[in-house]
């Protein structure tokens, strides 16, 4: 997201990602933990995950809910997200590596988890905002694949509805 607070040059918005490669629980729980030391620094706290394999999505959520934390979940993955930028694909995903197939076909210079290049999705986050709205209600994301909330998040950074 960080590509896109720079891209899109909001004044309104200050973007701190704390990495946390744990179960979304432990990530909610993390988070919850920082707003309480430092809640005047924040106005809005996200949590971004995948469903993947994970078994304590319902739990990350309903505590995310009671701590007044956002969550911006993909199901399967992240990846999902990316290839909405590019086009609009509503077959079920069973996995990542259903999806870096699709990715590797849009992105340019093929696509890489480790060296994400935001200029090749900074012209298109809008079109994917719209197609991932599409593909499920809001907060129903962990029920629905494939789905992504993403494009609450990228509203939130990049301004207002489209």
């Not at 891209?7 to 179960?23: F, L, M, T």
Request: a negative charge.
């Amino acid at each position: 997201m960080q590509g896109l607070t720079s891209s899109v040059r909001n004044p309104a918005v200050s973007v701190k990602i704390i990495e946390r490669p744990k179960a979304p629980s432990q990530v909610v729980a993390y988070t919850a933990k920082l707003l309480e030391s430092a809640a005047e620094e924040y106005d809005q706290a996200w949590c971004v995950f995948d469903v993947d394999e994970f078994t304590d999505i319902d739990r990350a959520v309903t505590e995310a809910g009671r701590h007044g934390i956002e969550i911006a979940l993909s199901n399967p993955c992240f990846e999902l997200w990316l290839l909405l930028h590019f086009t609009d694909h509503r077959g079920h995903a069973p996995s990542y590596a259903h999806l870096v197939p699709h990715l590797n076909r849009h992105a340019a210079g093929g696509y890489s988890k480790t060296d994400l290049d935001f200029r090749s999705y900074e012209g298109t986050w809008r079109e994917a905002v719209c197609r991932a709205r599409e593909l499920a209600p809001e907060g129903k994301e962990s029920e629905v694949n494939p789905s992504t909330g993403m494009w609450r998040l990228a509203l939130a950074i990049g301004g207002p509805a489209v």
